[in-house]
């Protein structure tokens, strides 16, 4: 099963802090799914708990996916125990998909969204809220940190998702909804107590019901609510590309007023179109940076975290 990664948060300044006086101004978030197939990458991290090194070693494919994720919790407790407080919007769509495959249910998409009928959602729900979430709170305290995990429809509330048709007309796609607002005093509450948030990516919609929602779009409306410092997204190529078939031609450094000119040429579309849009939005809102990479990669998060270099693409104002 891959490893699925939304949004962290946390303090990467100042001193030291009694967790009733931390402070979430500064705040790091990481989104995206991690895919089942990583990279042979490996990096050199300090520990902060002492002398030594973070293992250096590349994530072999065998048993890739696991490891993957264990990585990526991994990084997690680390922010933790430098207290950058992390909070974690999850995803999940390939799983989804399995699910439906398993219930006789087709995947339909249209403009890179998913088309959430009654069933769909229902199906939605069971794999974000019940079966992933609990799997990532699971697999982080396993291995020391401490996670709590919501379902999305106790912290996001929406607004039905319409898409633009060819013709000018609106296109209903179902329970696919649109995040606009965020209930932070639960997240806040877990920070202070040196907790970890695990959210999912569905919301209550002003309806009542639940909606299927984008990680990404959740993730960067989380940095936003909490004044986030960092915005981490993660998936499974190395950032934004000027040519999707070549790694080399990744774009190390973005400033948001060149985001339209790269919409015209058709480098930022289908699924780049909402990532890129949130990081715009949560950048002009207050996020200092917002970063694209490659969660295939060994300790990612950290290594786009604590080095000058970084990795992926930033996203500054």
Known sequence: MESRVGKVVGNVHGPRRLPHEKNVRGITAVAGNVPRDPLHCKTDIPSPGGPGMLRREPIRHRHADEAVRNGVARDIVFLEAVEINPVVVHGGGKAITRAMDQAGLKAEFIQGQRVTDEAAVAVVDQVLSRELNPEIVKTINHIGGVAQGFAGTDIFTCKKLLLDGPDGQKLDIGYVGEVIKVNVEPLLECISRGVTPIISPTAKGTDGKIYNCNADVAAAMVAIALKAKRLIFMSDVPGLMRDPKDVATVIPHLASREVADLKK??????????????????????????SFVDGRMNHAVIVEVFTDAGVGTEVVL
């Open 265 to 290: 040429a058709g480098i930022i579309d289908k699924g780049m179109i909402p990532k890129v849009d949130s990081a715009v939005a949560a950048v002009k809102a207050g996020v200092d940076k917002v």
